[in-house]
């Protein structure tokens, strides 16, 4: 689904799929665009079966219900007339139809393991993903044809999710996410060298007696920045200092804490709800929480959508010249994140049309740690495949050009297509 849209213009185009016979879904990870609006592509579907990691289905039934919470307020303001477009009760009967599978396992459509020798049954397998907790990538094998969708990936280490462990053998056609395609890679860009930039950013905004708020996703981002303020604090680059998240994000923190023992990551031992401790906000105490010098609001949604955490923040801190918002991972150019980054300091940007346009005053900065591949690791993996199809998915206009003018350059015996919705394709 588009995380950005409203009601019937957030769904997929189920059309194309309207009159067929649909087996099986695969899940690819629990964020909101990629498992959205699963209980009513099960209510078209009833017979088909579900996987997932077990990960994801402990997110994404967290997930799925809090979007049925948001529904419901939103329908309450009148925003959408069909929402929720799915109840509580339906997202627990949907949640106990998911089945959950391990990594590195090739399983038969109808739900059995297959043995490695295999048939020409059709078969899948998910592959570690590096994005966030539970996140895939998916092989289908039948007819001896091998189909891989790369999911949202991340070929580099993040501060918890460790780098992607993707097939390596014969793809014939690779389906990629094209997220970063747009992104100039900055000269001597390193993790470790961001990473100091963001916590001396945030002491000289303490010095100046300034609150740091960070959008953040509540799944992954959420998790990865509790983790780097924790090294930062531990490795005293910065003092103790309060950290605030919300409800949503908490759970999923708490789902990272519980799994960690069980999870390929990194800082295994690091229990985030004890050991940073932040405090949580909610949808009421955010309006007159204080905004106080010296403290780091990592709210959600990432792309500060009106009416979530980040976006009802920052209304209160952009003409505030005293405080600072950095952004440090992807947002839609026509988010109202998006939007703010964008709008160059005196200018005018309205967070939310129920509002009036605000003038810039606070410190805007962007910090880069994105959850997903960088173009150069995306170009490499085609280029190591070097697949008959490639299938370019999952980016903004600009970013999909990138990858298509570049891989037709890089591969010019592979097929490079972009495909456009409800367009059928012989693979
Ligand atoms: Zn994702
Ligand atoms: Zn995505």
Redesign the pocket.
């Known amino acids: 689904m588009h995380p950005k849209n409203l009601g019937e213009d957030a769904l997929p185009n189920f059309k194309a799929i309207a009159d067929r016979d649909i087996e099986a879904i695969l899940i690819s ?1 629990a ?1 909101q665009d ?1 498992i959205g609006t699963l209980p009513l592509l099960m209510r078209r579907f009833s017979n088909a079966r579900i996987f997932m990691t077990e990960a994801t289905a402990e997110i994404g039934s967290t997930l799925l219900h809090n979007s049925v919470n948001v529904m419901t307020r939103q329908r309450a303001r009148a925003e959408a007339t069909s929402y929720p477009l799915f109840t509580h009760r339906e997202t627990d009967r949907a949640s106990e139809r998911w089945r959950w599978c391990p990594l590195r396992q090739r399983i038969l459509i109808t739900g059995e393991r297959s043995s490695e020798s295999g048939t020409d049954a059709l078969t899948f397998e998910f592959f570690d993903a590096g ?2 907790l539970g996140s895939t990538g998916i092989v289908l094998r039948g007819g001896g044809r091998t189909v891989f969708y790369t999911g ?1 990936v991340n070929f580099d280490n993040q501060t918890i999710m460790e780098a992607a462990i993707f097939p390596e053998g014969k793809i014939d056609i690779l389906i990629i996410e094209c997220t970063r395609g747009d992104h100039v890679k900055p000269e001597g860009w390193t993790r470790a060298g961001e990473e100091r930039r963001l916590a001396e950013a945030i002491g000289r905004a303490f010095e100046r007696g300034s609150c740091v708020l960070i959008p953040v996703f509540a799944l992954g981002k959420t998790q990865e920045m509790l983790a780097m303020l924790h090294k930062f604090r531990r490795e005293r680059l910065l003092p103790d200092f309060p950290i605030y998240i919300g409800g949503l994000s908490s759970k999923f923190t708490d789902i990272y804490d519980r799994r960690a023992h069980r999870t390929r990551r990194q800082l295994p031992r690091l229990q985030l709800m004890k050991e940073v401790a932040p405090f949580i906000l909610n949808d009421e105490t955010i309006r007159d929480v204080p905004a106080r010098g010296g403290r780091v609001y990592a709210l959600s949604s990432g792309m500060m959508i009106p009416k979530t955490l980040s976006n009802v923040f920052a209304r209160r801190l952009v003409e505030n010249p005293q405080h600072s918002i950095f952004f440090v991972g992807y947002a839609n150019p026509e988010s109202p994140a998006g939007l703010l980054r964008e709008t160059a300091a005196g200018g005018e940007v309205a967070l939310d049309p129920d509002w009036p346009p605000q003038r810039v005053r606070c410190n805007v900065q962007q910090f880069q740690f994105s959850a997903h591949a960088t173009r150069e690791g995306l170009v490499d993996y085609a280029k190591k495949l070097s697949p008959k199809k490639i299938l370019l998915v999952h980016g903004d206009p600009p970013a999909v050009e990138w990858m298509r003018s570049t891989l037709t350059d890089e591969l010019p015996d592979s097929d490079v297509i972009v495909p456009s919705p409800g367009t059928e394709f012989e693979l």
């Open positions: 990870h964020h990629h994005h966030v949202d």
